[in-house]
């Protein structure tokens, strides 16, 4: 009666309120801290595998600009997420779209401030105020336009005006800095740095190319001074891009003959980047006086004695016409007469005469440019004919010397050969390895739009190994430890067992056990005749209080050390037999 008050009390006990007590006393609190664990990494994996890929949509974003962003996502209701540095990530299926309509609203408005100073202007300013307004503004749209270059990240820029002055010892030239933070793993190249230098000079006035400083965010100076040393990228770039163009002639011309894939040039330039000026006058020899240029000529003449002058009787007689012509004989007196007279006066003249000619000189001033090409040394290796055997199999034989001639002199032709200039050229016949070519299209497993399905279903993968783990881990084992085990049905073979183990005489004893080993397997061990059980005592052992399991457990438990008392080989016999039958199941 005492055991049946003390199972009826904690019966109703059982029956309390106290539904954490009840939990508690049939331990079934780790079973549904276990499950509840479960379920929620299951929907943690579920939300992490349907979560969107989320993209930059802004990055480097100063505060303000960050936040009028940030409002109009909130009005617009899309998720963001917000990183370091002013970055600002959004689902990648609305990245281009939200673009689109941030640029509607004018978003960003960017960090530099540019001529829109001017636009909200006092009536009453200062000119010093405007002045300043104005180099602001100006600073800030050359900080604009340097960060419309690709490898631009952010810049700044800080102008020293000019200050006029009436007197030139007084006027200072303008000055400029930049500051340019480059995009990680970018750099400007020389022609780049030059650009943004003048740049700048060309947009502030008096402001000489040599005055600008160009720094980047690790403190290297990136502008040099010496124009020279900041052309050696450009003077290289000059001589592969000659280089180049000898070699697309070589190519050209002897791929229709050859094939492409025959032929194989290299090219390799001298270039004389120095610059020269000469000055020369020459003197020809001297020429004929037909061919030469005149240059003046000078002729003098003088006369000495009386000449034809006057003679004879001066008066009336000397001044009449000579009279009719008189005989022969009469005339030959009269000329002897005459050559008389005129040996009596004789007259002397003397004439000179002086040319000069030209002096043929050629005087010449030669500008010799930079970039002169002083010589080409030209290699040309051409691959074996291929021909067909009697097989039909083909076979790559040496090219005849005629053919390696004419291949000579096409490439000299080409490349336009200059003895004179020390040009050298080497054609060679050879083998070559065929190399195998790879296709210019990705496998479909590289397609971008596989990769990112790939990406998607490992996601779902790793979800659902997820969940298996848990269930494997976690949730099996609870279900094991706290599930009831299935009731044993009493078999001729089990009753024989349990008469060996308490007499084969005593069919009550037998009867006994075989319940208390039902009871066993079903969670209880309470004999019907030592304990009594009420009718609020649940049918299932499992769902005892826990004194009353307690006390099966001790009456079971003084059983089973009688029996192995009474006869131990019958006991192990049992144990050994069960052992086997679960090492079978």
């Not at 004018?106 to 180099?135: K, R, T």
């Not at 050559?339 to 050629?362: F, M, S």
Request: charged share 20%; no cysteine.
């Amino acid at each position: 009666m005492e055991a049946s008050a003390t199972v009826t009390q904690a019966g109703t006990a059982s029956n309390s309120p106290d539904w954490l007590a009840k939990l508690k006393q049939t331990g079934m609190v780790p079973l549904l801290i276990g499950g509840a664990a479960f379920i929620g990494l299951v929907f943690a994996l579920v939300m992490w595998a349907s979560a969107p890929e989320y993209r930059v949509l802004y990055s480097n974003l100063s505060e303000a600009d960050g936040g009028r962003i940030v409002t109009q996502l909130d009005t617009m209701q899309v998720p963001y997420q917000l990183n370091g540095n002013g970055t600002i990530l959004v689902p990648s299926n609305d990245v281009h779209k939200l673009r689109l309509q941030m640029a509607e609203q004018g978003l960003p408005q960017g960090g530099n401030a540019g001529f829109s100073l001017m636009d909200n202007q006092a009536f009453g300013i200062s000119q010093f105020a405007e002045q300043v307004n104005f180099q602001r503004a100006l600073e800030g749209e050359l900080a604009s336009s340097m960060e419309s270059l690709g490898p631009v990240l952010k810049a700044r820029v800080h102008l020293a005006m000019a200050k006029a002055s009436v007197f030139v010892r007084e006027r200072e030239p303008a000055k400029a800095s930049v500051i340019l933070t480059l995009h990680p793993g970018r750099k400007l190249g020389d022609g780049q740095v030059q650009a943004i230098i003048h740049m700048v000079s060309s947009s502030v006035p008096e402001l000489a190319p040599e005055q600008v400083t160009v720094v980047d965010q690790y403190g290297s100076l990136l502008s040099n001074s010496n124009q020279e040393d900041a052309q050696i990228g450009s003077k290289l770039e000059y001589i592969h891009q000659l280089e180049r163009s000898y070699q697309e002639r070589i190519e050209n011309i002897l791929s229709p003959i050859l094939g492409r894939d025959n032929i194989q040039a290299q090219v390799v330039a001298e270039v004389d980047f120095a610059k020269r000026e000469a000055t020369a006058e020459r003197y020809s020899p001297n020429q004929t006086p037909e061919t030469a240029a005149i240059r003046s000529i000078q002729r003098n003449l003088s006369m000495q004695g009386n000449g034809q002058g006057a003679s004879g009787v001066p008066g009336a007689l000397s001044n009449t016409p000579p009279g009719v012509a008189a005989s022969p004989i009469e005339s030959i007196t009269n000329a002897d007469e005459a050559t008389t007279a005129d040996n009596a006066n004789p007259q002397q003249i003397q004439q000179d005469q002086v040319v000069n000619y030209e002096v043929d000189r050629t005087v010449e001033h030669v500008d010799h440019q930079r970039g002169q090409l002083q010589r080409l040394s030209v290699a040309v290796v051409i691959n074996h004919r291929s021909v067909l055997d009697e097989e039909g199999v083909p076979q790559l034989v040496p090219r005849s010397e005629e053919e390696l001639d004419y291949i000579n002199r096409l490439v000299r032709q080409a490349m336009g050969f200059s003895e004179v200039r020390g040009d050298q050229l080497e054609v060679v016949n050879s083998v070559f390895v065929r190399q195998r070519t790879t296709d210019e299209q990705l496998p479909w497993y590289e397609q971008p739009s596989m990769v990112d399905f790939i990406k998607q279903l490992a996601r779902y993968v790793v979800a659902g190994i997820g969940v298996l783990l848990l269930y494997l881990l976690i949730l099996r084992p609870l279900l094991k430890r706290y599930a009831p085990a299935p009731a044993v049905t009493e078999t001729p073979e089990t009753r024989g067992r349990l008469r060996a183990v308490v007499g084969d005489d005593d069919d009550d004893a037998v009867a006994a056990n075989s319940n208390n080993r039902s009871r066993r397997a079903g969670g209880g061990y309470a004999d019907d005749d030592e304990l009594e059980v009420d009718d609020n005592t649940p049918s299932d052992p499992f769902h005892w209080p826990k004194q009353q399991r307690n006390a099966s457990y001790v009456q079971a438990l003084a059983k089973a050390k009688e029996a192995a008392q009474s006869n131990p080989r019958q006991v192990a016999r049992i144990l050994q037999n069960w052992m086997n039958e679960d090492d079978h199941v």
